[in-house]
């Protein structure tokens, strides 16, 4: 109970400390909202008024920023700042302290948890009152959303933590965090649509958690019958259950055999 305690007023000062973070703030928690409303309204008139389905741009684009803003929130805000608190000598410090261990994690699942639920319920609020999006209205999309996004959110927070041991110094994590970030949103179906993509590339990116968190998401926010439209002509949602469920296994076992409360070459 006492690490559990301490775990939440790590959150708390996880929160105020993210917060305070304008660039941090803006890339890993506004960003999708930002894209949500630029994409919704340059390619509002690529979708016609009359379309039976009422998929409009809004509603087209807003699973695969749902998905990006989750592996911003987890993946890459875990993997830079837990390198920087490695770098600047944050860890080694606290790993001094009588603070139980496993409250700095509990600090930043409460982080990581508390980012993803705002964002999520502003781009919600952008899509539907902003944009006019078609919400599911059954209980079944929205307990496969719960699933979806929290092996999403699991398995990117534990992925950020163990990647942030690449970097060897603070001024290196940007690049090699950023740069397949980036890459990896414009190979899942965040930014384009899935079917547009080469069939190799295809391939690749379902090796990698972010294209099944942007499936499992279109299966919430998208009509039935765009399954057919997606590599396997359905939803996979056993399969994407079991691929995010394996990226957070491997997370975690990477997490402890790699994770140091020091840099590279110190005690």
């Known amino acids: 109970m006492n690490a559990v305690a301490i775990g939440w007023d790590r959150t708390v000062l996880e929160l105020k400390m993210y917060f305070r973070e304008k660039e ?29 389905e009422g998929v409009n741009a809004a509603r087209f684009f807003l699973p695969g ?10 993946f890459q805000s875990m993997a830079l700042s ?53 919400l599911p209205s059954d209980a079944g999309h929205w307990v496969t959303f719960i699933w979806v996004f929290l092996l999403g959110v699991a398995s990117g927070t534990v992925l950020g933590i163990a990647y942030s041991s690449m970097a060897s110094s603070s001024r290196s994590v940007g690049a090699i965090v950023i740069a397949p970030t980036l890459i990896l949103q414009f190979i899942s179906g965040v930014y384009f649509a899935f079917t547009d993509l080469p ?65 590279r070459g110190t005690t």
């Open 24 to 52: 941090a703030v803006f890339f890993s928690f506004i960003f999708p909202i930002l894209m949500l409303s630029m994409f919704s309204v340059i390619f509002s008139e690529g979708f016609g008024e009359g379309d039976t």
């Open 199 to 263: 069939v190799w590339l295809k391939q690749v990116a379902s090796v990698f958690p972010l294209k099944w968190i942007a499936q499992g998401m279109r299966s919430v926010f998208f009509p039935g019958d765009w399954q057919t439209q997606e590599m396997a002509g359905t939803w996979e949602h056993g399969r994407t259950a079991l691929v995010l469920a394996a990226w957070l296994v491997a997370g975690l076992v990477v997490c402890a055999r790699t994770f140091r409360w020091t840099k």
């Open 65 to 74: 920023m749902v998905a990006a803003g989750v592996m911003l929130t987890s």
């Open 82 to 134: 837990v390198a920087v608190e490695r770098d600047d000598g944050t860890l080694k410090r606290l790993r001094s302290t009588p603070m139980p261990p496993v409250a700095y994690f509990l600090g930043k699942v409460g982080l990581v948890a508390s980012t993803s639920l705002a964002q999520f319920a502003l781009l919600i609020a952008v899509a539907k009152l902003g944009f006019g999006v078609q």
